[in-house]
């Protein structure tokens, strides 16, 4: 029995130290499961900071791609945008193309019409001029019948020098005609316009018949290169031309009744007016031809 009881005895002196042992394991294993647990705490921590980030990330992708989407929409508004502004602008310069060919046409039909009115008022002062003319010409008719008349009268012992003082008394009885001429302004301003037209460079031409309509004077004026590039004189007729030309110019002035004289001036100033012809009146050059002749014959004839 005693030993019974000493083995308790010794059994719990034991004990503490075993429990002791126990304690400071439990303590250790305590300590160990505390840093494990902050360990796990710092992990858990950390796996919600990624979550947060994950779906901070899920929502900006979100948001990013709602404006992708967004974009992708008004990149492709821009694109049909961008399609019609490029097919205004085609149209545009097209347009811009068209314009510049009207007024082109435009130009050319003002021209075309200037020169159609400078083309009438050509054909009636030559209209003008040729009834003139023929008024004239009824006077040289009886001037010339008064002449005859007065050469019957003529005592016979002239007859051996007849033909010599009928070709005197012809280009006498001519610049007796001229000589006698009645005074006439508008004849004159005619016979000057037209020699000013006829006279005048091609670069200065234009502004000698706006000058001319508007009754004003020949003003000094420096050409400009365009203009004096238009300089070179015109090969408008060649040799068959002026031959034919001279055949009708011939046939109209023997229709008015002029002496042999008479047309051989008058052809001769129109081949001088046809070499000094500008390149410039190409248009009009036959309605100042036949304008030049009436004035030309009237300087003779009245």
Do not use: C
């Not at 294993?29 to 979550?51: A, C, P, Y």
């Not at 009207?102 to 020169?115: A, G, M, N, S």
């Not at 015109?234 to 011939?250: H, T, W, Y």
């Amino acid at each position: 029995m005693k030993k019974q009881i000493e083995q308790l005895q010794a059994e719990l002196l034991e004990a503490p130290k075993v429990l002791k042992q126990k304690i400071a394991l439990l303590e250790t294993s305590n300590m160990d499961l505390q840093k494990q647990l902050q360990e796990h705490q710092v992990l858990v921590e950390s796996l919600t900071k990624q979550v947060t980030d994950t779906q901070i990330l899920k929502q900006k992708i979100a948001l990013l791609e709602t404006s992708n989407m967004d974009l992708q929409k008004q990149l492709k508004e821009r694109q049909v945008h961008v399609e019609y502004l490029t097919k205004q602008l085609t149209d545009t310069k097209q347009l811009k193309e068209r314009q510049v060919h009207v007024e082109y046409l435009t130009k050319q039909l003002t021209d075309t019409q200037i020169l159609k009115q400078k083309m009438a008022l050509l054909e009636t002062s030559n209209m003008d001029l040729r009834k003139q003319l023929k008024e004239r010409q009824v006077h040289i008719e009886y001037l010339t019948k008064q002449l005859t008349d007065t050469q019957e009268k003529v005592p016979s012992n002239a007859a051996s020098s007849s033909s010599h003082i009928v070709d005197e008394e012809e280009d006498l009885s001519l610049e007796a005609l001229i000589a006698r001429r009645p005074p006439s302004p508008k004849l004159d301003s005619l016979v000057k316009n037209t020699r000013r037209v006829i006279e005048a460079p091609s670069w200065a031409i234009d502004s000698v018949i706006e000058e001319i309509l508007r009754g004003g004077e020949p003003k000094p004026r420096i050409p400009t290169h365009e203009e004096l590039a238009q300089e070179p004189l015109l090969q408008f007729f060649n040799s068959a031309d002026k031959e034919a030309l001279k055949r009708v110019q011939l046939d109209d002035l023997q229709d008015i009744g002029l002496s042999e004289k008479q047309v051989e001036y008058i052809i001769k100033n129109a081949a001088s007016f046809i070499s000094s012809a500008s390149l410039h009146l190409q248009q009009n050059m036959y309605a100042l031809y036949l304008l030049s002749f009436p004035i030309l014959t009237l300087e003779l004839s009245i």
